[in-house]
């Protein structure tokens, strides 16, 4: 008989993997390969929806042959999107990497930007925003449904078009987190947003499997660190490329726009993660060959130096920090975080699919989880 497992697609930047989970929030089987789904097309690149169609449908057959996949939900990173027209033709959006040299159509773009305490979103290079895909995608076409990434791959099997909030509100200027609606950004676009439901809701139930709204990848992360810690002195870190940090608020507070923080919104709309970044991973890559022992110290400084911009949210000066990714397991960054600061406890999450892990326990609803069954602490 055929093991039952989740299936998390996590569709990131540069890999795309398949993680089967079972019923104990355990990791049984992963599939990993290069994202390579960019096409150029006018000088600008675009994912190619038909190639990420193919290759998925072609990993899950071959995770069929040896588990039994009971239900399946799709995580990403927060900067690509699709667009779906009436006759449910898909259209990829331009992908994050594309520059885009036309000032006149950028210059009208960013008239139409709703302000920081809106949308408490940065403006990013390229199209890390996706309301500059939205905006560009409405010139050539004014009769197009919005998808994201997840909404997309789940589309695949369902056939609906559905959208989380965590993914929603992720730097793309379409939230406005004080009204909890969408932002004032669509009065200027003709292009529709779907119905919008919690991540991790079931969206669709056959005899197969069930599909289940999917997320924002670093949302799913911090969604699951919740689960464990969720006092007041915590503080999430998500290390890979991009270092990301979030603590956890009931309700958003003023940020000022040159703070470099922004807001990420929960699974279900109750609360935000308040968030910030650093090019953590790239600045290690870029420097690592030539002195390795130096920018691992240089790291766990700059990493402290973040931390302490977050001092005013913490109550006292004992931190509990939570990490995950590939530098939750680099004792050395580890250990030098604790060096240079002795009041902070740091939980390191002992598996590297913590997104993954996060996806499944919202809709497995699992309770009385063990944290030194995923963390170790140091």
């Known amino acids: 008989m055929k093991k039952k497992a989740s299936c998390i697609i996590d569709f990131g930047q540069s890999h795309l993997k398949f993680i089967l989970i079972t019923g104990k929030l355990r990791v049984a089987r992963t599939i990993v390969c290069k994202n390579n789904f960019k096409f150029l097309k006018k000088n600008c690149f675009f994912y190619d929806n038909i190639k990420i169609k193919k290759i998925i449908k072609s ?18 990173h927060g900067s690509g999107c699709f667009f779906k ?95 909890k609606r969408k932002s004032s950004f669509f009065k200027n676009i003709s292009i529709n947003l779907p119905k919008i439901k919690n991540s991790g809701s079931l969206i669709h139930c056959n005899k197969k499997m069930k599909i289940y709204n999917g997320m924002h990848d670093t949302s799913a992360a911090f969604s699951f660190h919740k689960i464990f810690f969720n006092d007041s002195n915590t503080i999430f870190l998500s290390t890979g490329t991009t270092f990301i940090f979030g603590k956890y608020l009931k309700k958003i507070q003023n940020i000022d726009e040159k703070s470099k923080f922004y807001y990420l919104l929960t699974t279900n709309f109750k609360g935000v993660f308040l968030s910030r970044r650093f090019q953590g991973g790239l600045i290690y890559d870029v420097h690592r060959t030539t002195n390795k022992r130096l920018i691992v110290d240089y790291l766990a400084l700059k990493t402290i130096k973040e931390l302490s911009i977050y001092s005013k949210f913490i109550p006292n000066k004992k931190i509990k920090l939570i990490i995950d990714g590939y530098f939750a397991q680099n004792k050395k960054f580890i250990l030098k975080i604790k060096k240079y600061n002795e009041n902070i406890s740091v939980y390191c999450a002992k598996n590297k699919y913590t997104p993954s892990l996060g996806m499944a326990s919202l809709f497995t609803n699992k309770k009385n989880l063990l944290i030194k069954n995923f963390y170790d602490i140091f």
């Open 59 to 76: 990993k899950i057959n071959i995770l069929s042959q040896n588990f039994k996949i009971t239900s399946l939900a799709v995580i990403s």
């Open 85 to 179: 027209n009436s006759e449910n033709n898909i259209t990829s959006g331009f992908h994050f990497s594309s520059n885009f040299y036309s000032r006149k159509l950028i210059s009208q773009y960013n008239k139409l930007l709703p302000s920081f305490n809106e949308t408490y979103t940065p403006k990013y290079k390229n199209f890390h925003n996706l309301s500059k895909n939205l905006f560009l995608m409405n010139n050539q076409n004014h009769k197009l449904e919005f998808m994201t990434i997840p909404s997309y791959i789940a589309w695949i099997f369902t056939k609906k078009n559905i959208v989380d909030p965590s993914y929603l509100s992720c730097h793309s200027f379409l939230w406005n987190f004080k009204k």
